[in-house]
């Protein structure tokens, strides 16, 4: 089963808007980790934060990560047709990733 | 470097075929795990190997089996081939054991049942 679930299932924004997507989860873990994955492809990665950690930031990505909540957020800020993508977060346990449901964000030209 | 490498990239078989699945990892990466992808389960864990031996396993019924060779290649096994069984498995390798690293994934290998 998943551990991750992730809201909103979609999202429908113009190029230049703010995209913001959450996860959330039911155990502890030692980081979490965001991955797009491209019509089917295989899955790319995106950012990984520690369990100790609260925010990360990479290029036009801001990740935050409330372990008392058991939740995360990905920003993607500035979107681009490009960023039409499945967005995923997982969480790592020590023997695998647990992958939530995704998020499908569609980037208007 | 050459990412990560999975053969065929395309597969159809009928029920109760088996199929074999390739997985090249990233040289000098030593843990190779399968995924399988599907509609309705989503990404569900099936394994991972780490110096030929398989340290995890899923959820998954003995029908899936793998391996990893002395070169951390590794191959996926499905026997007995049901409807369900198609999805599209997608590997990943990464330097060390288990998940504390990012994850570098392969394009995946789409399978058809009927």
């Known amino acids: 089963s998943q551990q991750g679930e992730e809201d909103p299932q979609a999202l429908s924004i113009q190029e230049g808007e703010n995209a913001t997507m959450n996860c959330s989860y039911k155990?502890?873990?030692?980081?979490l980790q965001w991955y797009r994955q491209n019509s089917g492809r295989g899955l790319v990665h995106l950012i990984l934060i520690r369990s100790n950690e609260r925010e990360k930031h990479s290029g036009r990505l801001r990740v935050t990560l409330d372990t008392s909540k058991k939740s995360s957020s990905l920003l993607i800020t500035a979107s681009r047709a490009a960023d039409t993508a499945s967005y995923f977060c997982?969480?790592?346990?020590?023997?695998?990733?647990?992958f939530g449901t995704g998020t499908r964000l569609q980037v208007f030209p | 470097k050459a990412g990560v490498t999975q053969t065929p990239r395309y597969l159809i078989k009928t029920r109760g075929q088996q199929v074999t699945l390739s997985c090249s990892p990233i040289s000098g990466h030593r843990s190779v795990s399968w995924y399988q992808q599907t509609p309705g389960q989503g990404l569900q864990f099936l394994f991972e190997y780490f110096s030929e031996t398989q340290r995890n396993k899923g959820n998954f019924p003995g029908r899936f089996s793998g391996r990893q060779f002395s070169n951390s290649r590794s191959e996926m096994n499905v026997s007995t081939l049901e409807l369900g069984d198609s999805a599209l498995y997608l590997c990943?390798?990464?330097?060390?054991?288990?998940?504390?690293?990012?994850?570098?994934f392969g394009p995946g290998t789409r399978l058809t049942v009927l």
């Open positions: 990943a390798s990464s330097p060390g054991r288990g998940t504390y690293n990012e994850q570098f």
């Open positions: 997982a969480t790592s346990r020590p023997d695998k990733l647990i």
């Open positions: 155990t502890s873990i030692n980081n």
